[in-house]
């Protein structure tokens, strides 16, 4: 298994942070986090990586677990990733393929992000999640927790589609409306 450490750094004063433990804020100064990832000494070549996902087993996202902060064994067990790249033919020497990312659990690319920040939440003990959403990261989000055994609540605006408010409702999400801009009220 390749080696890499991580770590949280805030994004205003770089002050690093604790890795392993549930944080939303930098602890001196109050904003928001980043990720940074270190190869350690021991850890393999860009070959040794590549061959890594070649021989994996999992499926999806989780072939590439090698360079994800979380173990496969803490993701949903849905199938996430892994969607087909359709060729569409050559259109006047530009070769087209599409990334059908409509397979993907919930139906959005959305359920990549998703399923590795819960599955990092469900190894840090976390019970449930929490997004604002217009849409399709709140139908993911209800999706994959459910898929999880979390709970989920979704703060949705007025302007939501009355579809994408019945899928996350489907999925035994919680959904909370808020009237005016989303981004506004946040
Ligand atoms: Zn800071």
Not at 21 to 30: A, E, L, P, Q, S
Not at 67 to 92: F, K, N, Q
Request: charged residues 20%; glycine residues 10%; contains cysteine.
């Amino acid at each position: 298994m390749p080696s890499f450490s991580y770590r949280y750094t805030c994004v205003r004063c770089a002050t690093p942070q604790t890795w392993g433990t549930i944080r939303y804020r930098c602890h001196v100064c109050g904003q928001n986090l980043r990720i940074q990832r270190k190869a350690n000494a021991d850890a393999p070549s860009a070959m040794d990586v590549v061959t890594a996902f070649q021989e994996s087993e999992s499926e999806g996202m989780w072939r590439y677990g090698a360079l994800l902060p979380v173990e496969a064994h803490w993701g949903s067990r849905l199938r996430v990733g892994g969607t087909p790249l359709i060729d569409c033919g050559d259109d006047g020497g530009v070769r087209l393929r599409i990334k059908d990312e409509a397979r993907n659990p919930s139906g959005s690319l959305k359920d990549r992000a998703t399923e590795l920040v819960l599955a990092v939440a469900k190894r840090g003990g976390c019970k449930g999640a929490v997004t604002a959403s217009t849409g399709n990261a709140g139908a993911s989000l209800a999706c994959i927790a459910a898929a999880q055994a979390m709970a989920a609540t979704v703060v949705v605006p007025a302007s939501t589609p009355l579809a994408k408010l019945a899928q996350i409702r489907a999925y035994g999400a919680n959904v909370c409306e808020i009237g005016g801009d989303l981004r506004r009220r946040l």
